[in-house]
């Protein structure tokens, strides 16, 4: 303590000039301390905290970019589902007008069928008929040819015969 007090003893203009070395050794020795054990850990303290909130800020503007792209993929995809489903809606009805279409031709064709079926069976009919028709020909044929063998005919009552056969044949008709 004697050092001390020799350096504290000295005043100029009313400064202890001792105690203001002593205290300077100690605020260096104290600097060079605080630089050699805590500067270095604060500084690289600070510094991780600065790259990690630098990390923070990119992860989130990397979330807002990843959200921002997966909202335009749900947009995009919520379009595309509704072309696909317009599509859906337009291929039913198209199958529809087409379904409705191939009933309507097969109800054509299945009366085109009938009417046919309808026409065969006239003309069976028809055919019948003048079978029928040719059978009493014949028939009166014979018949008037048994008159004729039983009585012989003039010209006059032949042709009287012919054209009453004619005539009984067309309203028989």
């Known amino acids: ?82 072309l696909e489903a317009q599509k859906i809606i337009e291929d039913a009805k198209t199958a529809g007008v087409k379904q409705e279409q191939d009933i309507i031709e097969s109800a054509r064709q299945e009366a085109d069928r009938i009417k046919k079926a309808a026409q065969e069976e006239i003309q069976n009919e028809k055919e019948k008929a003048l079978q029928a028709l040719q059978d009493q020909v014949a028939s009166l044929s014979v018949l008037i040819a048994s008159k004729v063998i039983e009585k012989e005919l003039s010209a006059q009552d032949q042709e009287k015969l012919i054209n009453d056969y004619i005539k009984e044949v067309g309203e028989e008709r």
Not at 23 to 45: D, S, T
Not at 49 to 65: D, F
């Open 1 to 82: 303590m004697q050092a001390f007090t020799i350096y504290s003893s000295v005043v100029i203009w009313g400064f202890h000039v001792g105690d203001m070395l002593v205290q300077l050794f100690f605020f260096a020795l104290l600097l060079f301390l605080v630089k050699k054990f805590a500067w270095g850990p604060v500084m690289n303290m600070m510094k991780k905290r600065e790259e990690y909130v630098a990390n923070e800020i990119e992860a989130a503007e990397k979330s807002r970019k990843d959200a921002e792209k997966a909202a335009k993929e749900a947009a995009d995809q919520l379009k595309q589902t509704k």
